[in-house]
């Protein structure tokens, strides 16, 4: 079975670029959730929908943060303007429900120059 | 804001030696989850446990729930290199916001041969 699907792997841009990370969440899952996690902060949880719906977004740390989910196969996490203390990994996990077990896509390693 | 507090945050051992590692808050939790991850991929589920007082084993690793559900506990036995990764707590639990989830800062494990 595909488990989560995260693209790109890794991403290098400069600041002030626009940042669009890509997630597929495990087919029949039903709660979504998006992590950054660097070595200072550890792992960060910054939205997390169910149902496609978006439930808790009180980790995002900006305005220049937008994540969607417009269906349940697919979910981006975009980033403008990007600035360089943006630079983390950028997880996705999914799950049946809420609460339950979260399986977790390999991660977006960003770059902001 | 809910803390999850995991202690040690580092662990340095030579394979054999056995650990312990803690998951301590202030809140009650529904159910709590421990992760390990490994470089360069996702954190993956070990165990889930939601009963108070609980103890789960998995092979030379036992998990224990708290009576009141506000702590837990890894235990590894005879520790080998393999078990060398990041140690994740994360708990669920209801607040007046709806369902609230908090990771640990975790804990970083590395065992010498």
């Known amino acids: 079975d595909a488990g989560v699907i995260q693209s790109p792997r890794h991403e290098v841009t400069e600041m002030g670029q626009e940042v669009t990370l890509r997630c597929k969440p495990i087919s029949g899952h039903n709660s979504l959730f998006w992590y950054r996690q660097t070595m200072m902060r550890g792992l960060e949880l910054l939205i997390y929908?169910?149902?496609?719906?978006?439930?808790?977004d009180s980790g995002m740390p900006e305005d220049r943060f937008s994540a969607k989910m417009p269906n349940a196969s697919f979910s981006t996490l975009k980033i403008q303007p990007s600035e360089p203390r943006d630079s983390a990994v950028y997880f996705c996990?999914?799950?049946?429900?809420?609460?339950?077990?979260?399986?977790f896509g390999d991660g977006t390693r960003l770059s902001i120059l | 804001t809910q803390l999850l507090e995991q202690s040690p945050q580092f662990l340095s051992i030579q394979e054999g030696e056995n650990l312990t590692v803690y998951c301590n808050s202030s809140s009650v939790f529904s159910s709590l989850q421990w992760y390990r991850q490994e470089p360069g991929e996702g954190p993956v589920l070990l165990v889930t446990v939601v009963t108070g007082g609980e103890v789960k084993k998995l092979k030379r690793l036992t998990f224990q729930f708290g009576d009141a559900r506000k702590d837990s506990s890894l235990h590894i036995t005879a520790a080998q290199p393999g078990d060398t990764g990041l140690y994740l707590c994360?708990?669920?639990?209801?607040?007046?916001?709806?369902?609230?989830?908090?990771f640990g800062g975790g804990t970083r494990l590395m065992v010498k041969p």
């Open positions: 929908f169910n149902n496609n719906v978006p439930i808790d």
């Open positions: 996990a999914s799950s049946f429900f809420l609460a339950q077990p979260q399986h």
């Open positions: 994360a708990g669920w639990s209801l607040g007046n916001a709806g369902n609230m989830l908090t």
